[in-house]
């Protein structure tokens, strides 16, 4: 009986150049998606702590002493509706202040808890999850490039490998190591701005936290006295 033996293909002998070329558009378009994706969680951010902030100090301050000057009269109703307007409805402190008083029955010190629970809930949680897409594309896009680089040299090393003893011409490589230059030069440049954009968005999302804890500090103060009052 005749023994068959079986020959292992070569991998130079397998042309895996179009599998390579088409797999490389498939990654320029994924850093094109990466790079629009995290710009547009970047400027949404952005606008999520801007909506959720006062305009300006004057206009924090003017509301303060609105609500402190009903607070005084033991007018809680007063307060409910002074927060219960359109343009103070996605303002971070007029809603924490209307939760509030919808609870002043309760212990101050029950209130301010809860209060800071529906802070960290309802406000900082959707910054942390906006926040963690953007972290995410930071870290995705640099791997795409290298995805690309390792791409790249894989399509190069072919041609070598595949040109035998003839040899390859520098110009027949330029194509592939210039594709694993840029994507790495892509990867890059997307992660940078990103890093830059990100991190003034964690300013501002600080900035509001101070804010936001500053104004309830004389809130608390104005509702504790207006407690007393009520008991009293």
């Given at each position: 009986m005749e023994l068959m033996t079986q020959v292992p293909v070569s991998f130079a002998a397998i042309d895996i150049a179009p599998i390579l070329?088409?797999?490389?558009?498939?990654?320029y378009a994924a850093m094109a998606i990466a790079a629009v994706f995290g710009l547009y969680s970047v400027v949404a951010l952005m606008r999520q702590v801007k909506k959720r902030s006062f305009p300006g100090k004057a206009a924090s301050e003017a509301f303060l002493d609105d609500v402190g000057e009903q607070l005084e009269k033991n007018d809680f109703e007063g307060v409910f509706n002074?927060?219960?307007?359109?343009?103070?409805?996605?303002?971070?402190?007029?809603?924490?202040?209307?939760?509030?008083?919808?609870?002043?029955?309760?212990p101050i010190k029950k209130v301010k808890q809860m209060t800071g629970e529906k802070f960290s809930r309802d406000v900082l949680a959707q910054f942390e999850n906006r926040n963690a897409w953007v972290n995410t594309i930071v870290k995705s896009a640099p791997m795409l490039g290298l995805l690309g680089t390792v791409t790249g040299m894989i399509a190069a090393f072919g041609k070598i490998a595949g040109s035998g003893e003839s040899g390859v011409k520098p110009s027949d490589l330029a194509n592939d190591i210039s594709f694993a230059l840029f994507t790495t030069a892509y990867g890059l440049a997307i992660a940078i701005p990103l890093v830059i954009l990100g991190a003034m968005a964690q300013t501002r999302i600080a900035r509001l936290q101070d804010s936001v804890e500053e104004s309830m500090g004389y809130f608390f103060d104005d509702l504790e006295a207006a407690q007393v009052r009520s008991e009293g």
């Open positions: 070329i088409a797999f490389g558009y498939v990654i002074t927060c219960d307007v359109p343009e103070l409805w996605s303002r971070a402190v007029p809603q924490l202040v209307q939760f509030a008083v919808e609870n002043k029955n309760k």
